[in-house]
């Protein structure tokens, strides 16, 4: 497939690439700053401001997906949105939060008490965006929220599947690294589980 990923140039961004093209997917990368990105064979760059929705439209044209790994505060989502379906791109797969995650029925990670104040902010557009996201009928969309804590690590390919709650281990813990989450995420772009949906991944 031929993949756009915006924000190629941050940490969920470089993971997904490599599982990408390992893949043998065609990867345009775009961030505001690719020039620490290194050349790769199957990967494509352009610098953009992913909220120059006139800059972005034309370089997504032409793609079959658009991965979102950017920041929720300051991206709007209506305007992401309008963007990949003006460029006739069939479908948008978000790299979400976790904070949106339910820890109980009808109570939010990032409404929890123990809720790091400094993330709060992000969690809670991460949680707008995909509010936005499904009122949206005419593309095919997917959120994938990581577990609580979301690192560089292994990849190891061993993980689960959710859909809204929180996932936590035998130990109370919530992880997964970025090597695995993009591993689940890949998963869905080739083989579509969770359409318009969110889904979450953690062991």
């Not at 993971?15 to 093209?21: D, G, M």
């Not at 961030?31 to 909220?51: E, I, Y």
């Amino acid at each position: 497939m031929k993949v756009v990923i915006l924000g190629i140039s941050g940490r969920a961004g470089s993971r997904l690439r490599h599982e990408l093209l390992q893949r043998g997917h065609q990867v345009t990368g775009i961030a505001r700053d690719v020039g620490a990105v290194p050349a790769q064979d199957g990967l494509t760059l352009a610098s953009a401001d992913v909220a120059d929705v006139e800059r972005l439209v034309p370089l997504l044209r032409g793609h079959d997906a658009v991965i979102s790994t950017t920041r929720f505060v300051g991206n709007d989502a209506a305007s992401l949105i309008g963007a990949v379906k003006t460029a006739g791109v069939p479908r948008l797969l978000v790299v979400g939060g976790a904070g949106s995650l339910e820890v109980a029925p009808g109570v939010a990670l990032v409404d929890t008490p123990e809720f790091p104040s400094a993330y709060k902010d992000e969690a809670s557009a991460g949680r707008d965006f995909l509010n936005v996201l499904r009122g949206e009928q005419a593309l095919d969309w997917t959120f994938l929220s990581p577990s609580a804590l979301f690192e560089p690590g292994q990849r190891t390919g061993r993980f689960r599947i959710g859909k809204d709650s929180l996932l936590v281990d035998a130990n109370g813990g919530s992880a997964i690294s970025m090597e695995d989450y993009a591993i689940a995420l890949v998963d869905e772009l080739e083989k579509p589980q969770h359409s318009c949906q969110r889904f979450t991944v953690g062991y």
